[in-house]
């Protein structure tokens, strides 16, 4: 089945620094979705990204999808220590519907 | 956005008991919810989609006959962890969509330990 693989596990920056995650797939993806939890939460739903090239931003957050498809990343422009939690892309398009998340990248910031 | 509640939050039970995982959709009708395993620093693991009104699909290495699933309304999913073990423990989440809309809104998870 699908598959996708995000880098790096864990990040810690200086809060200020900017942080960058990726997701890979071997194949071409439909989508790709973004999601945040905060340690002890539930995944929180950031964006959605379905188109090649496409680049979104959420005030400090930037989301790009590869001319390809077949990667994404997630930046974060000068951290802060709300920005705490484990970020996790995921394909979407599933024959019912669900998520097939990655591993997840855990960011902590130090004040 | 959608709000999915999850109850109980937390839960303890002794080895060998079984325990039951609600997960409700307050303000809309989800025909599909699905149920993720999630251990300590690791990703969700997708366990099984729950269908209103069939049986649930589980995804290969996922016991049907220990993790029951019921999905009898529009607006309630359960999941029982059956003569539950210590392996069991873990944090269990829920998701729902809404028609039309592809994103998926989590319940807050139950994070169930079995002593």
């Known amino acids: 089945g699908q598959q996708v693989m995000q880098i790096p596990q864990y990040q810690h920056v200086q809060e200020g620094e900017d942080f960058t995650t990726y997701c890979n797939s071997s194949?071409?993806?439909?989508?790709i979705q973004w999601y945040k939890q905060r340690p002890g939460g539930h995944p929180v739903f950031l964006i959605q990204?379905?188109?090649?090239?496409e680049v979104k931003k959420q005030k400090r957050l930037t989301f790009q999808f590869g001319e390809a498809k077949k990667n994404s990343s997630l930046h974060i422009t000068a951290t802060q220590t709300t920005d705490v939690g484990t970020y996790f892309c995921?394909?979407?398009?599933?024959?019912?519907?669900?998520?097939?998340f990655g591993k997840g990248t855990k960011l902590s910031v130090k004040p | 956005g959608a709000v999915v509640s999850q109850h109980p939050s937390r839960v303890i039970c002794k080895s060998g008991t079984s325990v039951k995982i609600e997960c409700r959709s307050l303000?809309?009708?989800?025909?599909?919810m699905f149920w993720y395993r999630q251990f300590p620093k690791q990703s969700l693991m997708l366990m099984a989609t729950?269908?209103?009104?069939?049986?649930?699909?589980?995804e290969q290495g996922v016991e049907k006959d220990k993790f029951l699933i019921n999905h009898a309304s529009l607006t309630l999913s359960t999941l029982t962890v059956t003569s539950a073990h210590p392996e069991d423990s873990s944090f269990y989440i829920c998701?729902?969509?809404?028609?039309?809309?592809?994103?998926?809104?989590f319940g807050q998870g139950t994070r169930l330990t079995v002593v």
């Open positions: 998701s729902a969509l809404t028609g039309g809309v592809t994103e998926a809104f």
């Open positions: 194949t071409t993806l439909s989508n």
């Open positions: 990204l379905v188109k090649s090239g």
């Open positions: 995921a394909l979407g398009g599933g024959s019912q519907g669900n998520l097939i």
């Open positions: 303000d809309f009708q989800a025909t599909t």
């Open positions: 729950s269908n209103e009104g069939s049986k649930a699909t589980y």
